[in-house]
């Protein structure tokens, strides 16, 4: 039986609708696969480690995220955007945007390590900041754009479930008290390599052998459309992760271990906007190039449901989070669960901005995450740099709310300025990467 179509041939909105919700619910199951063993080890860690250990192995992964975004470059994006407007060729594709990953990814580690002596001299948590230099080459970004853009995410979801699966597991048995947190790191990068070879032999087995070369005005033709992304990501880690980074130079350890586990919790429902952008990127990537009505309404009824979502999550975790923290731990920080009702109230603003920033380079808009981005880590770390002094993590968490609210006005007006004219999509320049 063939699909439901309509007039013209193409695949009528129910069936899209079908696939949208299939994709979507993938990219949650990948995410949450992250999430939840993620969750799970700070959470046992808090318990098992003492607060400036733990503390000390959040901030490490705060700095690991930071220069593994800026290792990526943005090239990921171009990639997934690439192969996703010619799958028919992938293969050559994924090995030009693999190799080019691997010399920036190279390059960024060598900075890592060569800030080593100057940030991380603490004989006590070295290791755990030396050995988390290994996820910058190797994590969950490596080598995911080529499924992505063929829309083969169910496998991604499926390989992410048994990668940290791995993670959780081996995280519970082998990391038991403060000598064993550098293992923490080691296990991360074991799970990314596990869960990059399960892709990797899919994709050889389904779409063929690639080969690992790129000529240098390939190169260069990707590094000029992936600079902004990668700029951008970088910021956007930063401005992502500059609470525990500003609480770790004002505060110390101590603080961070605090702040850390309601974060988790606000990350972890902010993060659902991030997943319905991967959800819709590459459908959205290619209406930009046909049918720029249809695109604008359909963001915004996107978007609508988004925001329905966010109030939810908002809601709940202001009502029911302070309650929830109280029943898992024993020890119980007032400033913690303040904390995390001014976290709540960021997420009515954190999860659409992290759905519009995921769909911007679909939209060829790669160049305003940078600047979106200074404005959020400007306003977001100046003000917590004032209020940590006088309100500790809960200044904090003001300075989140404030930022989150400034950056989704920005995204707002700007998604509006970009698809208020129809005609503005009518003279597209041909692809220089994929040409």
Known sequence: MRPPTTED???????????????????????????VAFLIVNIVLFERLSNSQFGAVALAFGYMQVFAG????????????????????????????????GITGALSTALYLALFPWLWSDPSTRWVYL??????????????????????????????????????????????KDDHAWLVPVLFAASMALLCGLELRWFWSTQGYFNLHIDRRAFSATLRQSWPLGVGETLNRLALGYPVLLIGWCIGSEGVGHYRIVELCYSFLAQFGHMFAAAVFSRVSRLFRSQHLGLRRELSIMLLLLVSAALLFSGTTILAGPAAYQL?????????????????????????????KGLLSSLDQQTTLPVVNVVSLGLGGAIGWVLLQSQGIVGMA?????????????????????????????DRRKDPVAS
């Open 398 to 426: 003001i300075a989140v709310v404030i930022s989150e609210a400034t950056t989704l006005i920005l995204l707002l007006a700007k998604y509006w300025r970009s698809l208020r004219h129809p005609g503005a999509a009518a």
């Open 9 to 35: 041939g193409s695949p009528s909105r129910t069936l899209e609708f079908s696939r949208l919700l299939s994709s979507f619910s993938w990219v949650v199951t990948a995410n949450l696969a992250r999430q």
């Open 70 to 101: 800026l290792g990526e470059f943005g090239i990921r994006q171009i990639g997934w955007r690439e192969v996703a407007r010619h799958p028919e060729r992938a293969v050559e594709l994924t090995g030009s945007f693999l190799v080019a990953k």
């Open 328 to 356: 898992g731990f024993d020890h119980i920080n007032a400033e913690s669960l303040t904390a995390l009702r001014y976290l709540g109230l960021a997420l009515a603003f954190a999860t659409p901005v992290r759905f519009l």
């Open 131 to 176: 050995t988390y230099g290994l996820g910058i080459v190797i994590n969950g970004g490596t080598f995911d754009f080529p499924l992505y853009g063929l829309q083969r995410i169910d496998l991604f979801a499926k390989f992410s479930l048994v990668a940290f699966g791995f993670y959780l597991v081996t995280c519970l048995l082998f990391v038991q």
